[in-house]
């Protein structure tokens, strides 16, 4: 019996000694990927660092388009009631221009008929105050010039 306890602790030397080897191994394979997870989650870490300024940064933007956007309505509601009030006093006006039509064509002098016959001529200018425009015989109505030509001058078309 002695060989066989003999071998028996050999035998369980031998396998413990290698049940060893395979536990150190083992750990070491664990100690690598532990040290390559934690190196992963450091890059998440940053990764997530980076997508939170990011969404800091898209949030103060938003907030401040939102505010040229509520300026943007207030200002286009302003103008809105600005050309409300510009349409009604236009429609009064109309009105009163109306009013002002009938009023005039109540009270108008009736029109002579055309009787066919040619206008009256323009009053002959007293002495010689004629247009200065060359070739023009129209009496002077302002500035030199007769009512046409004058009306020229004033646009910048002379």
Do not use: F
Not at 83 to 88: D, F, R, V
Not at 109 to 131: A, V
């Amino acid at each position: 019996m002695p060989v066989r306890d003999a071998l028996s602790s050999l035998l369980s030397r031998a396998v413990e000694r290698r049940v060893r080897e395979w536990i150190r191994d083992a750990n070491a394979a664990d100690d690598a990927r532990i040290a390559e997870l934690e190196g992963e989650i450091e890059k998440l870490k940053k990764k997530l660092s980076m997508t939170q300024g990011a969404i800091q940064a898209s949030t103060a933007e938003l907030m401040k388009l939102k505010g040229a956007a509520d300026e943007s309505r207030n200002v286009a509601q302003q103008a809105m009631q600005r050309a409300t009030s510009a349409l009604a006093a236009a429609e009064s006006a109309t009105e009163g221009v109306t009013a002002l039509e009938l009023h005039l064509a109540e009270h108008a002098e009736p029109e002579p008929e055309d009787t066919g016959s040619e206008p009256e001529p323009e009053p002959e200018p007293k002495g010689d105050h004629l247009c200065q425009v060359d070739g023009c015989d129209k009496p002077v109505r302002a500035k030199g010039y007769c009512a046409r030509h004058y009306q020229q001058w004033k646009r910048g078309t002379l």
